[in-house]
């Protein structure tokens, strides 16, 4: 199939929604936010418990969203915490990234290109998405250390003064970069997962990026935002009320049915995944079967749930990736969706293979295999 035929403007942005209700998006979130979300709960309690904290208060004090006072946790019970906290972001930008190849791969033109294939990428790729930020981190670092071994120097009677006054102007411009650089991680952090997701770019490259696109696209990257959260808040409004509309109509037609027994089951489920809106004591009234069912329900609700955010942060993927495909336009006349990706490349490279290669490679392996045989029975 032909490439979408984009406008490489702002007005390509308002087909973020449409783009992000796709089913393979919403499901790749919902893997990638529920492997993220189980890693967060579990490194969290843990961190409770290690504190000193039981688990059966940590639940009825937490429940399914434990989200702790760090300043009450002893360091080593902080530590595990903010392992949970990195264990989500990372699986948070790899599912960002892997919806972002999903939305480059169907803008191309290539729209049987699934969620495993996606993760199939991401398995290859994943470096640059965790090490992008710690690289800018490191040159932040090294440009703050370097000012310090400096104004060390300046210490040094007598030569220290010159040794302040004389490269003065590289410091500034040093201060300048260091400033930008802290500009730049805030970019990154958004456009990391969408680089490597459609610009196959290593962790170098990445960076590289990053400092392009906030150097180039600057007022493109906010004029484009308060176009898109907007549309992500009325679109995630919409799909929500949707979920709502549906979850009230099955309860209304079973409940006049069932009656109050399935009242009480909803409730109790909803008070699991939802426990602002419904007290956790709603469970204790339930029989066996009763207390079974709303687990099970409680399981559902939190799909939906998931579902839900799912579709938010599609959008939000979708509208990065139509971003920075502008911006390759804008800047350096690019058009990304034209050219061939690694995987491309490699199916021509497998087609343009002989057949009578392949057949030859065959026989040869099977020749060594024999020969293998013979010499292990000898």
Same mark, same amino acid.
Do not use: E, M, Q
């Given at each position: 199939m032909d490439p979408v035929k984009l406008h490489f403007d702002f007005r390509?942005?308002?087909?973020?929604?449409?783009l *992000? !209700? &796709?089913?393979?998006?919403?499901w790749t979130f919902m893997v990638g936010n529920f492997l993220g979300y189980s890693g967060y709960f579990l490194f969290t309690y843990i961190a409770l418990f290690s504190s000193g904290i039981s688990i059966i208060q940590s639940w009825e004090r937490f429940g399914l969203y434990p989200l702790v006072n760090v300043f009450n946790l002893p360091w080593f019970s902080l530590l595990i915490y903010f392992a949970g906290v990195l264990c989500a972001f990372i699986m948070l930008s790899l599912s960002c990234a892997a919806v972002s190849r999903i939305t480059y791969k169907q803008l191309k033109g290539n729209d049987f290109y699934s969620s495993a294939d996606a993760?199939?990428?991401?398995?290859?790729?994943?470096?640059?998405?965790?090490?992008?930020?710690? *690289? !800018? &981190?490191?040159?932040?670092?090294?440009f703050v250390l370097m000012a310090g071994a400096f104004a060390l120097l300046g210490k040094i009677p007598f030569i220290g003064e010159f040794l302040f006054a004389i490269p003065y102007p590289l410091?500034?411009?040093g201060a300048l970069f260091t400033l930008y650089s802290f500009v730049v991680i805030v970019v990154a952090s958004i456009y990391i997962p969408i680089i490597v997701g459609s610009y196959e770019e290593d962790t170098m490259g990445t960076v590289f990026q990053s400092y392009v696109i906030t150097w180039s696209q600057p007022w493109r990257i906010i004029a484009y935002h308060l176009i898109l959260l907007p549309i992500f808040s009325i679109a995630t409004a919409i799909f929500y009320g949707f979920f709502q509309l549906s979850f009230e109509f099955v309860n209304s037609v079973f409940g006049w049915v069932i009656g109050d027994k399935l009242n009480h089951i909803v409730d109790a489920a909803v008070?699991?995944?939802?426990?602002p809106l419904y007290a956790y004591g709603s469970v204790a009234g339930l029989s066996g079967t009763e207390w079974l069912s709303s687990g099970i329900l409680a399981f559902f609700f939190f799909l939906l749930m998931l579902a839900v955010i799912g579709y938010s942060l599609s959008i939000l993927s979708v509208g990065e990736t139509l971003m920075f495909i502008?911006?390759?336009m804008k800047s350096d006349d690019d058009n990304i969706l034209a050219r061939k990706d690694e995987e491309e490349l490699e199916e021509e490279e497998n087609e343009d293979v002989p057949l009578d290669k392949l057949q030859e490679d065959d026989s040869s392996q099977e020749d060594n295999a024999l020969e293998e045989s013979k010499s292990d029975s000898e």
């Open positions: 390509d942005i308002f087909r973020a929604p449409r *992000a !209700l &796709s089913g393979k998006k919403i993760w199939n990428y991401i398995k290859k790729h994943w470096h640059p998405v965790v090490f992008t930020l710690i *690289a !800018l &981190s490191l040159i932040i670092a090294f410091y500034f411009l008070s699991i995944v939802c426990p502008i911006f390759k």
